[in-house]
């Protein structure tokens, strides 16, 4: 199998005039430092900067700025509603409200800062749509809404097969929610975008600079190569390489792989089934699948919960193309038996699944100096605009809602010590993957099977 590049991460390189890659030589001191070029440290070095434009920043990647998962993820626009019930759990019930309303408002904050920048990810805010495709789907439909009509926030509409099926396409959706608090987006594009507008306010990016080793202090020395950088603050933010490289994080997070197939452009044939729009579309399983349009016509599916990584190493699978093409190309067919498209490519990632499916903020124990911010469970191209805020917030010692708030307070669980945990996991996505499909058979679940399914959906709606 060869190294396949993530199709939108070649897109977005494709793009750019500048070139990539100024490596760090030799010694450097800064204000902050922060390892990790994805969204969580891009933002981070956005919001420090507009609020704190004094402060020298420094980000250092180990490859390009984006080439982890927000480079390739599936570039859906969804926020915390979802997760409702278990942020009320976590957090109380003031505090879940604001965070959902906080992660609706990103979606739309996101959008305006790419258009303020001259960022163009492709966004398109044309909402969600999670559907049910057998009839325990249906039932547990909708589960999420009845907490958020009680606290009175839901954005969800109840939607009957008519809509469902013309704006998704497929008659495999019987019925569906839909929000208008939601899109969709070229996600390198994005995150190429958030490395531009950095560096315009004065960031400074090493890329192919890796950290090596960190020693902490006051003034924290972060070794690369062939380079130092020296800082009072530093941000963690490299997301799935972090539990293998830092012990804290070893079992706060689990990898799962995200697998993904896009089809080369059919602008008609997806006119023609009203799949020209921008929206997030997503069935009901606990191994999601979920697909989308994009503006130059193709069509892309992707699905979580494939591979899990023992012991949280980065294997080398995640960077090639994906080992369940086949998987995913009976899903295209299942949910559109009339295409017959030419498949572009497959690719994969890592997945970074916390116990709770909530992302989760803080301050290294006994480093006060040192945030970090992981976990966002398949859900980070909206969630890590909110990261952007509570590390901000966290590296200027301020005292507000981010830093108040019960996502800056640490991981709220740990996964069990190898080889448990992956043998659970195996065992676990067994029984997940066998009642799901004795459901799409519309035949009852063995008793065990939906037991151990519940393991697995306990943090609510399922991620990718
Ligand atoms: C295939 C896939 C599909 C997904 N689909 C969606 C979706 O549709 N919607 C959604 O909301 N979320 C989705 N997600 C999740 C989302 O992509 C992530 O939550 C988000 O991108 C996390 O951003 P990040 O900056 O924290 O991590 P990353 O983008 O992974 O960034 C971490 C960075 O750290 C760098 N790094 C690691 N180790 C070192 C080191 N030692 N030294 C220096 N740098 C280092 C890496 O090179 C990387 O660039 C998906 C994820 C995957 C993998």
Redesign the pocket.
Known sequence: MSIAQ?FWFEQALAQERASQGNTLQGKTSTDVCI?????????TAIKLKQQAPEKDVVI???????????????????TLSTKFATLVRLFGQTEAIRLVKASEQAVFDIADFCTQHKIDADIRLDGALYTATNSVQKANLQNPLAALTMAGINQWQVKDSEFVQHYSGSALNQQGIFTAAAG?LQ?AKL?RGLARVARQLGVRIFEN????TIAYGNVVKVT?PSGEVHAPRLVL??????AK?LKPFSRSIVLV????LITKPMPEALAAMHLNHGM?VADSRIFVH?YRSTPDGRLML?K?GNLFAYGNKMLSL?DKKSAYQGMLKQSFERFFPSLTPDFERS??????RSVTGV?FFGRLEGQNNVCY??G?????????YL?GDILSSLVLEQDNEWTRSGMAKGSRGNFPFEPFRTLGANIVRKSVLRKEAMEDKEQKAFWFDNQLAKLASAAGKA??
């Open positions: 993530p390892i990790g070029g994805g969204y969580t440290g891009l933002w250092i990647d180990k490859g390009l700025c984006g080439q982890g998962a927000s480079g390739r993820n599936g570039g859906c626009m969804l969709s996600p995150v600079t890796p950290m090596t690369t933010a490299m997301n799935a390489w972090m490289a792989s995200s697998d993904m997030a979920y992707g979580g995640f690719w994969t990632g890592a997945s970074d992302p911010g992981l966002y469970s398949g859900n980070g191209v909206v969630q890590s990261g991620d990718k």
